[in-house]
């Protein structure tokens, strides 16, 4: 809550002081005052009679003091419908406020930019603003969407989960978005440290009649709108009866949000990971071939085995890395323990691991105790593992069965690196290499990866904590106090 927001619950009276503007009203419960949604409350009629003693009026002119919830008022209508016809009636409005926002972000920003070579590159451009106008593009068909399924005569019976269902693919390039945005942030900060770019952004903004928000405030709205939906949703679908014909769909649409809201988390925690685990390869000496972010962007598991390998069958101590599509394997140096030399990697995608029982080993002819194999299935090579304990041996089977479902969940949902944001990522690490600092300055990236556990993101994350890019921390508040941040303008 802000500090000039009162905060309020079902059954609250209160004293209304300014109510000259129609959306937001002044007034006041016991000692606090502040701003609150007109829309959210509805008027005492006798300002006299206690709220208990106040009958309500329902069909055929009888009257209803039962104090339930299915108290009825207008036409028909319980409080029920009232309350979800605010909802409605909010997602709506905001809707249509957003998207007025994104306009003015392109046509009073962008465009200007634009004519002002002398000033942009289109590279700094695609940084400071991402792909904002392709979002400005999806949502203009969205609010379109929604408009269709209003029921302006009975807003409560509005069926609107199927336009979240239909659009649910397109909001992933928030995703895009939101993990460019602390570039954004940067850019600005520097640009903005020049007393012609504060002035010409100043322009823009007059010459739009924008309100009074600084560039990178009314960035920041993107972001707040993809995390803001599954509370709208659920604040939706508190109030649609289960007869309700919008119930499946706004059920269905809510748990879709929250995965939306989920995997733009996660590319965002990828997106942080590829600078570690390129920090992580400048620290191995004697590096050969591709760099591991050609084709890998998560460390699944790591650990020391013992392998065997034909046709020697040699045993060696060696420290593996699991990432999505390889196996990496590096030896320790004998005296800096700390230091690690690159001997080979493993392809994952030609592999299949078998689970081996303690005995004798009819591949290998000798007896092992919680081992694995690696079997390539196109030239029937064979590696075997050892691990130390049976739990180690167990961690490492459940890792692999990850990898395979990781890289399966990428390709279902699109998600890849950049090859710009690998070289980069790759720029920044070899930079840090090269600085003259010993070796193991280095230890800490490569400690990240030894502890890595790598959990899972839970089924059900409370969307509070969903990542609120640049937002400050606040106290956890109710939806109605979350949902009146959605309008881009603070009274």
Known sequence: MDDQELGFKAGDVIEVMDATNKEWWWGRILDSEGWFPASFVRLRVNQDE????????????????????????????????????????????????????????????????????????????????GNIEDIYRCQKKFVKALEKKFNKDHPHLSEVGSCFLEYQTEFQIYSEYCNNHPNACMELSRLTKVNKYVYFFEACRLLQKMIDISLDGFLLTPVQKICKYPLQLAELLKYTNPQHRDFKDVEAALNAMKNVARLINERKRRLENIDKIAQWQSSIEDWEGEDVLVRSSELIY???????????????????????????????????????????????????????????????NISVKNAFKLHCRDTEEVHLFCAKKPEQKQRWLKAFENERRQVQLDQETGFSITEVQKKQAMLNASKQHHTGKPKAVTRPYYDFLIRQKHPTLPTMVPQQQVFMLAEPKRKPSNFWQNISRLTPFRK
């Open 50 to 129: 206690p709220m208990e003693d106040y009958p309500l009026k329902v069909e055929g002119g009888k009257e209803d003091d039962s104090g339930s919830g299915a108290r009825r008022f207008g036409m028909g209508q319980t409080t029920k419908d009232q309350m979800r016809t605010n909802v409605i009636n909010e997602i709506i409005s905001t809707e249509r406020d957003y998207i007025k926002h994104l306009k003015d972000i392109c046509e009073g920003y962008i465009k200007q930019c634009r004519k002002r070579a002398d000033m942009f590159t289109e590279e700094q451009l695609k940084t400071i603003f």
């Open 302 to 364: 790591s650990g020391e085995l013992t392998k065997l390998s034909h046709p020697q069958a040699k045993s060696q101590q060696r420290m593996f890395f699991l990432f999505d599509h390889q196996l990496v394997c590096c030896k320790k140096d004998l005296l800096r323990r700390d230091i690690l030399y690159y001997k080979n990697r493993i392809n994952m995608d030609d592999m299949e691991i078998l689970d081996v029982e303690d005995g004798k080993d009819k591949d290998f």
